[in-house]
């Protein structure tokens, strides 16, 4: 098995995001949508949602590799903690898999941000709502 370093991850997932912000002219827009008055902003193509739980470190990993993806692409974060009372639903199928992470309401990955996909899920999610 492979494993890579958390610096060369990080540095790999910034040139990801450089080129399809250079390919795609992908600006940095608004997250949610906020009205106030005329105000109106557009709302995220896509949620991501992460299934996680208070002691997971890997968790942390994945939410900061999250939150520089969304420095240069349009989408919503959402956590599920499993270990509150009412997700005992989640809490029996991710208990050994946490983090996990959803497109859309759609499986995407455990264990770790596998970035190279979810890139790939957000280009087609822009696309089908263009």
């Known amino acids: 098995m492979l ?7 990080m540095q790999t997932l910034r040139t990801i995001s450089q080129r399809l912000l250079s390919t795609n002219d992908v600006i940095n827009q608004p997250d949610d949508v906020t ?3 005329d105000d109106v ?40 903690n499993i270990s509150e009372p009412g997700n005992a639903s989640w809490r029996r199928l991710y208990k ?24 790939e899920r957000l280009a087609t999610a822009e696309s089908d709502a263009a």
Not at 97 to 109: K, R, S, W
């Open 3 to 9: 494993f890579i370093t958390r610096r060369p991850m």
């Open 35 to 37: 009205k106030h008055g």
């Open 41 to 80: 902003r557009e709302q995220p193509v896509a949620i991501v949602t992460l299934y996680t739980a208070p002691t997971c470190s890997l968790c942390e990993e994945v939410k900061e590799e999250l939150s520089l993806l969304r420095k240069t692409h349009k989408f919503r974060v959402e956590s599920v």
């Open 96 to 119: 050994y898999d946490i983090p996990v992470l959803h497109l859309n309401g759609e499986y995407l990955c455990k264990h770790r941000l596998n970035s190279t996909l979810l890139l």
